[in-house]
């Protein structure tokens, strides 16, 4: 394991399980300090315990969207480890599945709120609280965002959404802020479970790679962005899907 970011703190919500959490410990092992986020205290520490404890990993509870949330965040990453120089957008709801024009505009509006504009306001925060610096944000969006989605429609919406988003914030924030996304095929974890559970194997035969992805094949991608090995990279969707988009399928 390399040492990437010695030295650096960075923010990443929706990590107390799954992509965000392996996503979390992936930079802790490279030397980064990390403050996660969540809606449960409980499991946010149980995380904070698996990364290694609170000279490495703080936790800090509350609604993705909450603005008082994001400020309390940051405020506590620079009160502790004194700065924060990575941004991982993680946090994802899909509260419904179907048609867009079967979805309840009460949920999509939510999908949007959280999935969307939970981004922007989190991007927004780390901008402001930037001192001279450079920073680099990662968004994570999905396969879904690249083309019509089968029975998660306003996801796909909301993450195609992400990527637009990702090249807009990139090109208003470039040289100082570097902003790119990750876009995962089905990955096990509980959020996905639904889209492979009592079938994996036949939803495995579109995946020629094989299988499905695991949250640690999401984090070596999202860590390379972080990275200073990606210094020239800005703008960027990564697909990281075991080649299901080369057969065809979202």
């Known amino acids: ?20 959490l392996a996503i979390a410990q992936r930079l802790v092992d490279e030397g980064a300090r990390v403050v996660i986020t969540a809606r449960k205290q409980t499991a946010l ?3 904070v315990d698996q990364l290694g404890g609170p ?10 969207g909450d603005e ?12 502790s480890f004194g700065r924060v120089d990575v941004l991982i957008n993680n946090t994802g ?6 048609p867009v024009l ?6 999509a509006r939510k999908i949007l709120d959280v999935n969307v504009l939970g981004v922007l306001g989190w991007t927004r925060r780390f901008r402001n609280q930037l001192a001279d610096t450079p920073g680099t944000v990662v968004n994570i969006a999905s396969v879904a965002g690249l083309r019509p989605a089968t029975d998660i429609g306003m996801y796909g919406v909301s993450k195609s959404a992400v990527i637009g988003l990702t090249a807009q914030l990139a090109a208003e924030n470039s040289p100082k802020i570097r902003v790119n996304a990750v876009a995962p095929a089905v990955v096990r974890t509980r959020f996905a479970g ?16 094989g299988r499905l992805g695991e949250p640690e094949d999401i984090a070596s991608a999202v860590a390379f962005l972080a990275s200073a090995d990606a210094a020239w ?6 697909v990281a899907d075991g080649g299901l988009t080369l057969a065809g399928g979202v």
Do not use: K
Request: avoid cysteine; glycine fraction near 10%; proline fraction near 4%.
């Open 55 to 64: 000279s490495v990993a703080l936790a800090v509870a509350g609604h993705a």
């Open 233 to 238: 990279i800005t703008g960027q969707t990564l």
């Open 194 to 209: 639904p889209l492979y559970e009592g079938r994996e194997q036949s939803v495995t035969r579109d995946y020629p790679l």
């Open 1 to 20: 394991m390399t040492a990437r970011f010695t030295g650096r703190v960075a923010v990443i919500t929706g990590a107390s399980r799954g992509i965000g």
């Open 93 to 98: 709801i899909n509260p419904v599945a179907g």
């Open 68 to 79: 008082a949330h994001q400020l309390e965040t940051f405020e506590t990453a620079a009160q």
């Open 102 to 107: 079967e979805t309840d505009f009460d949920a």
């Open 45 to 47: 520490d149980d995380a």
